[in-house]
């Protein structure tokens, strides 16, 4: 069974821009959240989708938001980048949303330098 | 003081060595706890999960959760060179059944040969 794939993998963009981040669950996997990695702050939570519904959203700003699609595809935009969004983005997918039937399974991230 | 709290290391030890790995945490909420392992410029691995407290091993892996003194381990036997890398503990849990999860820093293991 293929694993979460995250696209694209590497993307270099510069101050003010906007970027759009995609993510594909593993099959039959109906929810995925989001995350960002920074050397500083971890693995810090962005938001959780389930059935085209936000479930949950972390603390991040308005800035950053996101949407699920009919085939549990997701995207993730962040608007009006600064250089503190430089970090790697991770989305990670599961069957069925909450952690009591199963936890999540992470792609391989896309790393954003903002410049 | 952050949720989750792991010694981010680094750890060195020899191979064929028992490694543990620890985080211990202050909400008293978390039921659902996770190891999960990140080989440099790759995403997290999961490899353990377990639900509430007590032991769960797979092969040379061993998780313990003792949620009386909110404190969660993982052993390695038999240690690898193949095993350097970053270890992240992650929790959940509460009446939501959020899928949100709150990761330690992450400890970095090199295993040398």
């Known amino acids: 069974k293929a694993g979460v794939t995250q696209t694209p993998r590497y993307l270099i963009k510069t101050r003010g821009q906007q970027v759009t981040l995609s993510c594909s669950p593993i099959s039959g996997h109906r929810s995925v959240s989001w995350y960002q990695q920074t050397p500083g702050q971890g693995l810090q939570f962005l938001f959780e989708?389930?059935?085209?519904?936000?479930?949950n959203k972390g603390n991040f700003p308005g800035r950053f938001s996101g949407r699920q699609f009919s085939n549990s595809r997701s995207e993730m935009n962040v608007s009006t980048l600064e250089l503190g969004d430089s970090a790697l983005y991770l989305c990670?997918?599961?069957?069925?949303?909450?952690?009591?039937?199963?936890?999540?399974?992470f792609g391989p991230g896309t790393r954003l330098t903002v410049l | 003081q952050k949720e989750v709290e792991q010694d981010p290391g680094p750890l060195s030890v020899p191979e064929g060595a028992i490694v543990s790995l620890n985080c211990t945490y202050s909400?008293?909420?978390?039921?659902?706890f996770m190891w999960y392992r990140q080989y440099s410029r790759k995403g997290p691995e999961l490899l353990m999960y377990t639900y509430s407290s007590g032991n769960k091993e797979d092969g040379r892996f061993t998780a313990q959760v003792d949620k009386s003194s909110k404190y969660i381990s993982l052993f390695i036997r038999d240690s690898q060179p193949s095993d350097s890398a970053t270890y992240l503990c992650a929790m959940s849990g509460g009446s939501s059944n959020t899928g949100k999860l709150i990761f330690g820093q992450g400890t970095t293991l090199q295993v040398k040969p």
């Open positions: 990670a997918s599961s069957a069925m949303p909450g952690t009591s039937t199963d936890t999540q399974y």
């Open positions: 909400n008293s909420a978390f039921q659902y």
């Open positions: 989708y389930f059935s085209e519904t936000q479930r």
